[in-house]
């Protein structure tokens, strides 16, 4: 069962370290995409690959999709970012606006924010009503499941920090003209209810962490620990789908 306090926020990494570790794994990373996608090795498919990213907020979620995707040819991958829904989404289903991100075989997607909405902010703020927000878990996971038995591989992180330190981006956001624009009244209104929110974190994750598809909880009190983690994770999980569905992950030396 996945918890807040599985992320060790003391965990740091070393501007020289983190960066070799980074360009190592972007360039695996880049062989693994290819070979996912048809275009390298014998051709094959690989298993539709989509990325879920939810955290706090200034806990550096768009600086790891970033060192994520860069390496990769724009038109092999997909980022899609969620905010609250339009009045026509929300004549349907809550999950339905995400369908269309969702990658096919051979695919990637990146979800900035997802259907997690509906069990934090939606219910941290009373958009959803308690029978809404709970009826969402199982529906979740049982949408999660489906997905995953037609071959969806779904990397799901929650990026984790300390509320000092995310009071401590917060102001620095404010100080640089450059960032300010990222920093809402909404944004300290909800730094305001931590409280509520790690409440609804904590069951959020505790209750949709499965088997196929778990969590992993990053600690990014560090940038540079983070970025390094959800890279390296996404190889991992790359690499075992690749396994199961009877291929061998490309060898890097002799590919590239």
Known sequence: ??????????????????????????????????QMGGLIGDGTLGPPLCILFEGWDASGKGGSIRRLVSPLDPRHVRVAQFAAPTADERRHHFLH????????????AVLDRSWYGRVLVERVEGFATEEEW???????????????????VLVKFWLHL???QQLRRFRARERDPLKRWKLTG??????ARRSDY???????????DHELAPWHVIAAESKRYARVQVLEHVISAIEDALRICGQTPIDLEASI
């Open 1 to 34: 069962m996945a918890s807040l306090r599985d992320a060790d926020l003391k965990k740091k990494l070393g501007a020289r370290e983190s960066e070799e570790r980074i360009v190592k794994a972007q360039h695996r990373l880049l062989a693994l995409r290819l």
């Open 162 to 164: 300390s509320e000092d």
């Open 186 to 191: 909404e944004d300290w209104r909800n730094i």
């Open 134 to 152: 709970r009826r969402a878990y199982p529906q979740i996971v049982q949408w999660e499941s489906a997905l995953a038995a037609e071959g969806l």
């Open 198 to 208: 790690e409440q609804a974190v904590e069951e959020m994750l505790a209750t949709t």
């Open 97 to 108: 606006r995400f369908s269309a991100a969702l990658p096919g075989w051979g695919g990637m």
